[in-house]
C-alpha cells in the first residue's frame, strides 16, 4: 500500500538545517496498522507530513520515493495531492482534538469533508455523517453538538470519523490517544483497531508509547533523532528488540494491560537534530556503545522476517536484552 524508501526532510532555519528526517525506509502492508515510535522531536509528524505533502514551506523533502499503491507521492503536483487526499488517504493530525472548530457544530464539520472533497448533496452528507458516528459509536443525535460538548475521547472519535468520511484506502493517525486517560485511549484504539479490520483500512499510527503500539498495531517503526533504527513485526521487535534503543523504550513504558513494574527510563536527550552525531545517533545514551559506534552510522539491516535493525551490535543482542533488563545498565 505504501513504501518508504530514504525519506529525508530537512526545515530550513536560521541556525541551519534541521535533520528531521534521515533516509527513512518502511513499508505499510494493506490492512495492516503500523506503530511509529520514538520520543519527542525524533520526527514522526514530519514523516507523516511529508506522506501527507502537508509539511510547511520551510520543509525540503529530498529522497524517496514515497510509493502510494505504485505513485510516488513526492512527486505528485498539489492538484494531483489533493485529489488523493481524504479520498484515497487521511490525515488525523496531532492536535486533532483541538482541531475541530469551535463555532461549528460537529456534524456539520463532517458534513463540510463530504460537500466539498466529495460532492455529496447536504442531505446525502448528513445521512453518511450519521452512518460515520454510528461507526465509532457515538450517538447521531450529538452531530449537533458544538466540540467542547464532547469528551476528550469523543472528539477523537470525532476526528476518526471525520478522517473515515471519504473511505480512504490509508489513514495517518498523529497520537490519537495521547491526551486521553489509559480507559478512554483503549477505547479508542478499540474502535480503531475494529474499523481497520472490517475496512481493510492501513493506518499509520503515530504515537511516543510503545504499549500502545503493542496493543493495537501490527508493525512497528522505531525511529530515533530522524532514523529508522528498528523495525518489524511487534510480536518480532517488542519481545526480541535488537536495538537498545527499543530495548530501553520497552523499559520506559508501563504496559497497557498489565500493572507497571518498574519503569526505567533512558538516561540523557536525543542530540540536537542541527548538528546530529556523526556515527550512531543513539551513541551517547546508549549503554553497549563502542569505539566504532561513534565513528560510523549503522545502516538499517533486515535479517529474518523482516525484522531490521539499525545497530553494529544487534547480532548481539540476545546478549545485551537481559542486561538492558536491568536498571543499573542505564544509570550513569
Ligand atoms: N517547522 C519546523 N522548523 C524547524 N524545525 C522543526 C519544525 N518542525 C519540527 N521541527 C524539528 O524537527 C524534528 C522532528 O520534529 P517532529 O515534530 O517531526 O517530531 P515528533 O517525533 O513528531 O515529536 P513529538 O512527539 O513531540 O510530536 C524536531 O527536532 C523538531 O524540533
Ligand atoms: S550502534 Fe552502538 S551505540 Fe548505536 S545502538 Fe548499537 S551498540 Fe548502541
Ligand atoms: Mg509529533
Redesign the pocket.
Known amino acids: 500500500m505504501l513504501s518508504i524508501r530514504d525519506l529525508t526532510v530537512r526545515?530550513r532555519?536560521s541556525q541551519g538545517p534541521?535533520h528531521?528526517v534521515d533516509s527513512a525506509s518502511f513499508s505499510v502492508p494493506r490492512g495492516e496498522v503500523v506503530g511509529l515510535v520514538?520520543e519527542?522531536?525524533?520526527?514522526?509528524?514530519?514523516v507523516a507530513r511529508a506522506v501527507m505533502g502537508v509539511v510547511?514551506r520551510?520543509a525540503d523533502i529530498l529522497g524517496g520515493p514515497v510509493l502510494f499503491e505504485g505513485r510516488d507521492l513526492i512527486r505528485l503536483s498539489e492538484r494531483e495531492r489533493r485529489a488523493l487526499r481524504w479520498k484515497e488517504m487521511a490525515f488525523i493530525p496531532?492536535t486533532a482534538m483541538n482541531a475541530l472548530d469551535p463555532v461549528y457544530r460537529v456534524g456539520r464539520q463532517i458534513e463540510e469533508v463530504l460537500v466539498e472533497r466529495g460532492g455529496r448533496s447536504r442531505s446525502q452528507a448528513r445521512a453518511r455523517a450519521e452512518e460515520l458516528f454510528a461507526l465509532v459509536g457515538i450517538d447521531a443525535r450529538r452531530l449537533d453538538d458544538y466540540p467542547h460538548q464532547f469528551s476528550g475521547g469523543m472528539k477523537q472519535r470525532a476526528s476518526i470519523a471525520m478522517a473515515l468520511a471519504l473511505e480512504p484506502k490509508l489513514v495517518l493517525a498523529d497520537?490519537p490517544v495521547t491526551a486521553l486517560d489509559v480507559i478512554v485511549q483503549r477505547q479508542v484504539l478499540d474502535v480503531l483497531k475494529e474499523l481497520q479490520a472490517r475496512l481493510r483500512l492501513s493506518v499509520v499510527l503515530v504515537t511516543?508509547d510503545i504499549s500502545v503500539v503493542a496493543y493495537a498495531c501490527d508493525r512497528v517503526v522505531v525511529m530515533y533523532a530522524g532514523r529508522v533504527v528498528e523495525s518489524g513485526r511487534v510480536g518480532d521487535v517488542l519481545e526480541r528488540p535488537r536495538h537498545p534503543y527499543t530495548m530501553g523504550l520497552n523499559n520506559a513504558f508501563p504496559d497497557l494491560e498489565r500493572a507497571a513494574g518498574e519503569l526505567v527510563p533512558i538516561e540523557g536527550s536525543p542530540p540536537n537534530?542541527l548538528d546530529p552525531p556523526k556515527g550512531c545517533r543513539f551513541a551517547p545514551r546508549c549503554p553497549f556503545a563502542e569505539a566504532r559506534c561513534v565513528a560510523e552510522e549503522p545502516p538499517l539491516r533486515t535479517e529474518v522476517d523482516g525484522h531490521a535493525a539499525a545497530c553494529w551490535r544487534s547480532d548481539e543482542a540476545a546478549a545485551l536484552r537481559p542486561l538492558a533488563g536491568e536498571a543499573a545498565t542505564w544509570r550513569r
Do not use: D, I, M, N
Not at 519527542?40 to 514530519?46: A, F, P, W
Open positions: 526545515y532555519t534541521v528531521a520514538g519527542s522531536g525524533c520526527g514522526k509528524t514530519t510547511p520551510t496531532q497520537e511516543h537534530l
